[in-house]
């Protein structure tokens, strides 16, 4: 409902008309400039601005998965960074990508549909460089990639896309598996040319040298889990089971970890005459009573008091108190 002036303000805003002080094509403007606004037919926003906020999360833990991985692999400093997110159509998509390039085609259920990951050719040489035993070059021809240079780097390609299962694990559990790898991604027609699509690009480097991987995510894909990529919705609902989980957690494994108990007879001084003359029935008189309690120590802290004896025929300790805060002096 309109805000209703009261007479003063219509007063006022009359004398500044009838002064010149305010343009009745300016507030004309102004008024269209709020009510109408462009949309363009051909790419319909389907994408929220937090479900690209979410995606963008997902896929920077995603990145420092794989960068360690590669690193690991191939003994080389590899870097993989996320550095846009953005909609776009699939026919767009495609004409932004080079050729040749390694086109990989999967699925990911629950997600629905097809999922394409680009990886550049220039940055695929490099990894079977390094595979081979070779150093990482600056420049390297582009081409296609023969079947054997395919075969050596199958495994990375593997893992670029079975690593996206613990990038989404905080969201939902996803199945990643490869299904098809083009070089060529002008045959590759997997959705209609003007399907809105989540367009997410990576900078990978070695060498000193940078190359692009792109991850294509349809709309379609994300449709049945749209909910879970609320942001408020996420944190929302996983706050409190993610907390419980991480209790149980390390409450089991605190529970199951071993520490190393020790107990003190007594103690005494010697000179070292005496230690070198010591031998098999010496007796050494140490400085406590054998009414009186031991120290039992965990980990180097002393915790408790303790009485010897025996149980089930073993040596053992029973305790009798514990141990005061004083009793035990670093100093």
């Known amino acids: 409902m309109s805000k209703v002036l009261s007479q003063e303000e219509i007063d006022a805003l009359l004398s500044a008309l009838s002064s010149g002080e305010i343009d009745v094509e300016d507030l004309e403007s102004e008024a269209d400039e709020r009510k109408v606004k462009p949309y363009d037919f051909t790419r319909p926003n389907k994408f929220s601005k937090e479900q690209l906020s979410a995606l963008e999360y997902i896929y920077e833990n995603y990145s420092r998965i794989v960068s360690n991985y590669l690193s690991s692999q191939t003994r080389a400093n590899i870097k993989m960074q996320q550095v846009s997110?953005?909609?776009?159509?699939?026919?767009?998509?495609?004409?932004?990508?080079?050729?040749?390039?390694?086109?990989?085609?999967?699925?990911?259920?629950?997600?629905?549909?097809i999922?394409?990951?680009?990886?550049?050719?220039?940055?695929?040489?490099?990894?079977?460089?390094?595979?081979?035993?070779?150093?990482?070059?600056?420049?390297?021809?582009?081409?296609?990639?023969?079947?054997?240079?395919i075969s050596i780097i199958q495994n990375m390609l593997n893992f670029f896309v079975n690593s996206m299962k613990e990038a989404w694990q905080d969201?939902?559990?996803?199945?990643?598996?490869?299904?098809?790898?083009?070089?060529?991604?002008?045959?590759?027609?997997?959705?209609?040319?003007?399907e809105s699509v989540a367009l997410i690009t990576f900078v990978l480097e070695v060498a000193d040298m940078q190359s692009f991987a792109n991850l294509c995510i349809p709309y379609m894909s994300i449709e049945k889990v749209v909910d879970k990529?609320?942001?408020?919705?996420?944190?929302?609902?996983?706050?409190?089971?993610?907390?419980?989980?991480?209790?149980?957690?390390?409450k089991e494994k605190l529970q199951s970890t071993e520490v190393e108990l020790s107990i003190l007879l007594g103690s005494t001084q010697i000179t070292v005459e005496d230690f070198m003359s010591m031998s098999v029935?010496?007796?050494?008189?140490?400085?406590?009573?054998?009414?009186?309690p031991l120290e039992m120590y965990v980990e180097d802290q002393l915790h408790f008091l303790v009485q010897p004896g025996l149980y089930k025929g073993k040596l053992s300790v029973q305790i009798v108190d514990f141990a005061e805060k004083d009793v035990h002096n670093d100093e």
């Open 85 to 113: 997110i953005e909609q776009v159509t699939y026919e767009e998509f495609i004409r932004s990508i080079p050729n040749p390039t390694l086109l990989l085609n999967f699925t990911m259920p629950p997600l629905g549909g």
């Open 115 to 149: 999922l394409l990951l680009e990886i550049n050719s220039q940055f695929a040489l490099q990894l079977v460089e390094l595979l081979c035993g070779g150093k990482p070059k600056r420049l390297l021809p582009v081409r296609e990639l023969t079947d054997i240079e």
């Open 171 to 194: 969201v939902v559990e996803v199945s990643p598996s490869l299904e098809s790898l083009q070089t060529n991604p002008q045959l590759n027609q997997t959705m209609s040319p003007t």
């Open 229 to 250: 990529l609320d942001m408020q919705y996420w944190f929302k609902t996983h706050s409190y089971q993610d907390n419980l989980e991480y209790t149980t957690a390390i």
């Open 281 to 292: 029935g010496d007796v050494l008189q140490l400085d406590r009573k054998t009414t009186e």
